[in-house]
T-cell receptor
Framework: DGGITQSPKYLFRKEGQNVTLSCEQNLNHDAMYWYRQDPGQGLRLIYYSQIVNDFQKGDIAEGYSVSREKKESFPLTVTSAQKNPTAFYLC???????????FGQGTRLTVV | GIQVEQSPPDLILQEGANSTLRCNFSDSVNNLQWFHQNPWGQLINLFYIPSGTKQNGRLSATTVATERYSLLYISSSQTTDSGVYFCAVGPYSSASKIIFGSGTRLSIRP
């Protein structure tokens, strides 16, 4: 089965805990992206990566961290420094920069 | 950075009606996509359309890059067309980014 897999679908965490969201792809795409969506809002870019071992901050990177050690994987860690982490998180990939992007099904994170 | 504005923010139509959604962007772009977000949050690719016109069934899109806008047309609307439609662009100034507009929420009534 091919595509982009985000896990878990739903995640609950206590305030002050770090949590890592998984994004795996078997499309052999170079570029990967993380977005955050709040209720009734658009998508905001957190981090993006053009190639392995390289990534750049997006528009709302504070309180988040990423790694890109493998082409297939781009995990996102939501740290305790993120003041309002409850949101819907979406991962996307594209073959290269400036090409069509495709999205995973998302992870809904709730921090209580 | 680039600004992406979508209009209208909300649209309510009867089944069978036609609609036009607009996306304006403030700077030159390398690429432009239209997505439909379903009630479960999944983003469905509709069109990859940096310029020109494309059609897929009842949907079509036109991008006029020199005038910095794109239009999404939906004809003979069905209730399953309901959801949020997003425009996303890749600006020339920051080639690796994909920036989203705030979306148009479309509600089709039976």
């Amino acid at each position: 089965d091919g595509g982009i897999t985000q896990s878990p679908k739903y995640l609950f965490r206590k305030e002050g805990q770090n949590v890592t969201l998984s994004c795996e792809q078997n499309l052999n795409h170079d570029a990967m992206y993380w977005y955050r969506q709040d209720p009734g809002q658009g998508l905001r870019l957190i981090y993006y990566s053009q190639i392995v071992n390289d990534f750049q901050k997006g528009d709302i990177a504070e309180g988040y961290s990423v790694s890109r050690e493998k082409k297939e994987s781009f995990p996102l860690t939501v740290t305790s420094a993120q003041k309002n982490p409850t949101a819907f998180y979406l991962c996307a990939t594209s073959p290269q920069v400036n090409t069509e992007a495709f999205f995973g099904q998302g992870t809904r994170l709730t921090v209580v | 950075g680039i600004q992406v504005e979508q209009s209208p923010p909300d649209l309510i139509l009867q089944e069978g009606a036609n609609s036009t959604l607009r996306c304006n962007f403030s700077d030159s772009v390398n690429n432009l996509q239209w997505f439909h977000q379903n009630p479960w949050g999944q983003l469905i690719n509709l069109f990859y359309i940096p310029s020109g016109t494309k059609q897929n069934g009842r949907l079509s899109a036109t991008t006029v890059a020199t005038e910095r806008y794109s239009l999404l047309y939906i004809s003979s609307s069905q209730t399953t067309d309901s959801g949020v439609y997003f425009c996303a662009v890749g600006p020339y100034s920051s080639a690796s980014k994909i920036i989203f507009g705030s979306g148009t929420r479309l509600s089709i009534r039976p």
